[in-house]
């Protein structure tokens, strides 16, 4: 599927970085991606091949230019990127594209320059050592600056288009819970019923895994050879991407009617992420949302429970800022995307991993997804 967002909307991205390159006396911005989203978020075009990469160059005040590590994927580039200047790599070495994008930044006659180099974000460094020394080798005369932080500031505030786009993923990762529901029956297996669900969005042009657990003892283990039986409950996290843009949702099923104790965990969790959703107002601290699911947590009185950290921001990535922590200071605002989704093992009573995405607005947060409300029975 492409992406949902205009040529006119990336160019205000542009627009927006080179006002923070100003600031910052930047004359170029280097952006590397492999898996993350950088080059996503500024070109539209994202490697898709396992070992594939990507850089974009945007000078100060010339057109940006789009390196793709192999020749075989410029087609497709030229479909999905607004950028006009898109090279092939002369070498599948990363070492030797960064070293083409040196002769090119000399050729503009920026050698000598600041340039902000962007390869890493909230999850991972993508940037190792050997290709950022071939980097500096091709380029001996420029400075380099980290410039990370002020492409992920930029990409904190989703879009009109962007929320439009993580609302469609929701909605995808919905309808793979609903298939993963008719696929919960005796006999089957953990790993049988998560392909068929997952395939609910392959067919729509989406990317999904799904974790699944049948048994409280093993609520973060990926799908296994574990058989559905009757009785029992069912903890998942659904991860969908559709568009370029990830989501995920926590869903608890039972086979059969619940016993009291899982009613009791499932109503924990449930009161923990509501709360930590209604938390989730502008103006708000991050680790506000943090601290008003485990106070729901801690004042319900159960006991022998461990806690689940309570989510994470996402987008073109998974994670994205923020992370719901009580450390994280940072405070929220209109446009910030979080997934909300605590959960809680208790010992001799079950399992409970709740929640979904949410955008934070200037009133109530605005649920993507259509949230868990009870135990689905199945």
């Not at 708000?284 to 949302?289: N, Q, T, Y």
Request: charged share 20%; hydrophobic share 40%; net charge negative.
């Amino acid at each position: 599927m492409m992406t949902r967002i205009t040529t006119g909307e990336f160019q205000q991205r542009v627009q927006n970085i080179r006002a923070q390159m100003k600031k910052r006396n930047l004359e170029v911005f280097f952006i590397y991606s492999q898996k993350r989203g950088h080059v996503s978020y500024v070109s539209g075009y994202r490697p898709n091949y396992h070992t594939n990469s990507a850089v974009v160059v945007l000078p100060l005040d010339r057109d940006p230019i789009l390196w793709v590590k192999f020749a075989f994927d410029v087609p497709r580039a030229k479909t999905i990127s607004w950028i006009s200047d898109i090279r092939p790599s002369k070498s599948e070495s990363t070492a030797k594209m960064f070293a083409g994008c040196g002769d090119e930044i000399r050729a503009l006659g920026l050698e000598r320059s600041r340039i902000g180099v962007v390869a890493s974000d909230l999850a991972i460094e993508e940037m190792g050592v050997t290709i950022f020394d071939a980097l500096r080798a091709s380029l001996p005369h420029a400075q380099f600056e980290p410039a990370s932080d002020l492409l992920s500031d930029l990409r904190l505030i989703k879009s009109p288009a962007e929320v439009a786009a993580l609302r469609d993923s929701a909605q995808l990762a919905d309808r793979v819970a609903a298939a993963l529901g008719k696929e919960i029956r005796p006999g089957q297996t953990e790993k049988l019923a998560a392909v068929r669900a997952a395939q609910t969005a392959r067919l729509e042009g989406g990317e999904c895994d799904v974790i699944i657990s049948s048994d409280a003892s093993r609520i973060t283990y990926p799908p296994g050879d574990f058989e559905f039986r009757q009785g029992c409950v069912v903890n998942c996290e659904i991860t969908v991407q559709l568009a370029g843009y990830w989501v995920q949702i926590c869903r608890v099923f039972s086979l059969g009617a619940p016993g009291a104790g899982q009613k009791e965990v499932f109503e924990v969790a449930h009161g923990a992420y509501s709360a930590g959703v209604k938390a989730s107002v502008s103006g708000a601290r991050v680790s506000d949302v943090a601290e008003a699911s485990s106070r729901v947590i801690g004042a319900s009185g159960v006991k022998n429970l461990a806690e689940f950290g309570p989510g994470h921001g996402v987008g073109l990535d998974l994670p994205e800022l923020y992370p719901i922590d009580p450390e994280c200071k940072s405070t929220l605002a209109p446009g910030v995307i979080l997934v909300v989704h605590p959960g809680i093992w208790v010992a001799d009573k079950g399992a409970a991993f709740i929640g979904g995405p949410i955008v934070v607005t200037d009133g109530a947060p605005n649920h993507l997804d259509t949230p868990q409300a009870e135990i689905i029975e199945v």
